[in-house]
């Protein structure tokens, strides 16, 4: 069994790989269709062929990791955040294969394939052993609920790609108006969010080649507020900006002439790992911030004015029909695996149908968004940037009810291990 969980672990790096030379080869063929005065359709379709093969070759390796995954560890890879992370990132590749199968537009994978290598990277950062699953993630519940529900979400993903590559398409860059400026700002506001993510992930494996760690010991808080007498040990693997409340240093490796945390956690963040959270906030903002303003410099330009130019020969109206028809997709499988399957597998592991748990609470703000979605775009006639606003925030919900519960809302659903 360790074999093949070693051969996962191997397929999981070589699908990493080939999606990363996909993404290139997709951008080669929008981009480099300019050069040499080559014609501008030969080069993007002869291009877009070979990403797409390449991308298709990266999914047969991903379902490779899947299954090896699978038989290795007795069990579906879906119980903590590495595992369900890169299998959602599978799943967000089957939708985009699904989606370009049917609309043939090559300018998707320069934005859908990217999401994928930027989840998988996320993933990365996760404790990666196999662990046994607890009572009661031992059914096929699990597989129904949690697959169906990825997979639901992993078309809102590409609506997401499609809603955001019309914006960039749309939106008048170099116009003045005071409503073109909040256009303008809200896709550059959507890079920012994206790139703060990409900084975290840049930040957490940089320091962790580094081999950096932080520890403080913390008093337990008993729920009477008498504090007891157990030391609890909290590791950073970030530089400890902000320290445990009412912590103290077992060992600190200084970082920049930094020999101490900066401040201290508040008292109203409970919790043993309250305060490495907050200092994983802290330096995720850090690092987006540097990362983005290095790509400014770069560019001298808000990216969503120099990748602009890259979608003209788009037709508008189609970004604006693939992100109704993948989100139109998506909604039934959301609605079966997250709700239906989830309430009856609750009623089954835990006696109640329903129980306000955050994941719960938020898996059925996700559905309401999505349903308000298809309700305003078939009765009320919202198409165009109205739709692809709501595709883009409505993504943001999806990752914040996936990552944003996880990690930092404790329920019954908070099965991620984090490192």
Known sequence: MSLLLDVSSVFFTISFLIYCVAFIMYGVAIMGRVWRNRDPIVHTKKWGKAAFLLASIGLIAHLTYFITRWIGSGHIPISNMFEF?????????????IIFLIYRKTLLGLFAVPLVIIIMAYAAVFPQEAQPLIPSLQSWWLQVHVTMAALGESFFAIGFAAGFMYLLRTVDFNSQDKRERRQQRGVE????????????????????????????????VANNGEVSTTMQKVEYKLPPIVSPYQSEIVSFQSFLGMDAPLFEAPSWMHGINAGRKLNTVVWSLLAGIILYGLIRLILRKPIGRAVHPLLKSLDADDLDEITYRSIAIGFPIF????????????????????????????????????????????????????????????????????????????????????D
């Open 85 to 97: 992370m890169t299998s959602l990132s599978m799943m967000i590749m089957i939708a985009f294969t």
């Open 189 to 220: 506001f959507t890079f920012f969010t994206i790139i703060i993510l990409v900084g975290f992930i840049i930040a957490i494996f940089a320091f962790r080649a580094g081999g950096y760690e932080s520890v403080f010991s913390q008093k337990e």
């Open 335 to 418: 609605t079966l695996g997250a709700l239906i399957f989830a309430m009856m597998w609750a009623q089954i592991a835990w006696g109640r149908f329903w129980g306000w748990d955050p994941k719960e609470v938020w898996a059925l703000i996700t559905w309401l968004f999505y349903s308000a979605y298809l309700h305003l775009r078939l009765s009320r006639g919202w198409q165009g940037r109205k739709s692809a606003w709501l595709a883009v925030l409505g993504f943001i919900v999806v990752m914040f009810t996936l990552v944003g519960v996880n990690l930092i809302i404790a329920g019954l659903h908070s099965y991620a291990g984090t």
